[in-house]
């Protein structure tokens, strides 16, 4: 049994945002709210009509409640659905490219390199997205679950939110992905023309994508003009996390980055620095995504060899 604060959440009408999910006590950061299984899940090779055949072995009940998830297909996709299904010589069109577009609006990623590569989770589906959100979801292969974690200290009344997309993304891409795939244009307070906040932040994310982008060149072998030596890589990437937290953002992310950093410090044989940021990321990991991640059981291992 994987424990979750699932009874401090409720699922009600968000204005302009059909249904949400909101919490309704106070929760601390690193909260986990929620550990499921997945509804239907798709490998990597499956095409989409997969999602079709699997719904069919779903118990009723299970049927029903899936039906109930949004779909997000403008007529021009419906159409693609529909065609695909005619291509596979399925009967039920219909039913079979709405539920096909419903996987397609609530699926998450689940485990790049495993067995399934996206599933939809049935109350994950529920939470929508925010920019700057204040929870992340992710897979957690060893109990084959995906969990979710509030990211932030979250109060009684918050709506609950993740990002749709990667939040290292310049505004006018993350704003396309949006439209394109889950059709809403997002208004929150990142997005929002008016404030003076998100043009900041556009400045801002424009920033991170750079230094990401560099540090992803060093990190490959690549060609670098910036960054060129481990001290750079330190350096910029120190920048990268200063910028995510002006920007209020914590996660997987702010881990990865520590570890990095304490790579490079390894790299540089400097073990005290390297251990204080695999430290870093250990925190950040088993906030994000519990105590029993694979990733954090790795760091421990990895801090072990170095002291
Ligand atoms: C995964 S579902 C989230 C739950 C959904 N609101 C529902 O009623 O089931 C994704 C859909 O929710 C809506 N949505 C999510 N986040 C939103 C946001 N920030 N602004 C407006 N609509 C949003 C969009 O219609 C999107 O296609």
């Not at 200290?153 to 709506?159: F, L, S």
């Not at 900041?200 to 060149?217: D, F, I, S, T």
């Not at 540089?268 to 994000?288: F, G, M, S, T």
């Amino acid at each position: 049994m994987v424990q979750t604060r699932d009874n401090a959440l409720s699922v009600r009408e968000v204005p302009g945002k059909g249904l949400g999910v909101y919490a309704t006590s106070d929760l601390s950061k690193g909260t986990r709210i929620l550990a499921q299984k997945p509804t239907i899940a798709l490998k990597a090779h499956q095409p989409l009509v997969d999602a079709w055949r699997i719904f069919q072995t779903l118990s009723p009940t299970k049927q029903r409640h899936f039906k109930t998830l949004h779909g997000a297909a403008n007529h021009r996709k419906m159409n693609d659905l529909l065609r695909s299904c005619d291509e596979h010589g399925i009967r039920d069109r219909d039913e079979a490219a709405h539920v096909m577009d419903i996987y397609n609006t609530n699926a998450f990623e689940t485990d790049r390199k495993g067995n399934a590569v996206s599933a939809v989770f049935q109350k994950t589906a529920r939470i929508n997205h925010s920019c700057v959100p204040n929870a992340e979801a992710t897979y957690n292969k060893r109990l084959g679950r995906q969990v979710v974690h509030v990211t932030r200290d979250v109060k009684a009344g918050d709506e609950i939110t993740v990002s749709y997309t990667r939040p290292i993304e310049r505004t006018a891409v993350r704003q396309r992905h949006l439209e394109d795939h889950y059709g809403f244009s997002c208004d929150c307070l990142e997005c929002d023309d008016d404030e003076e906040f998100a043009a900041e932040g556009a400045e801002r994310r424009e920033h991170m994508v750079n230094l990401n982008e560099m540090l992803e060149a060093y990190n490959d072998g690549a060609d670098c003009a910036v960054v060129k030596t481990a001290e750079e890589a330190v350096e910029t990437t120190e920048k990268l996390i200063g910028l995510m937290g002006e920007e209020g953002l914590f996660g997987k992310d702010v881990g990865r980055l520590h570890w990095d950093i304490g790579s490079h410090y390894e790299a540089l044989k400097r073990c005290k620095d390297a251990r204080k940021h695999y430290d870093l990321a250990l925190e950040v990991y088993a906030l994000c995504c519990g105590a029993d991640h694979p990733l954090v059981e790795k760091l421990d291992l990895k801090l072990a060899k170095l002291r």
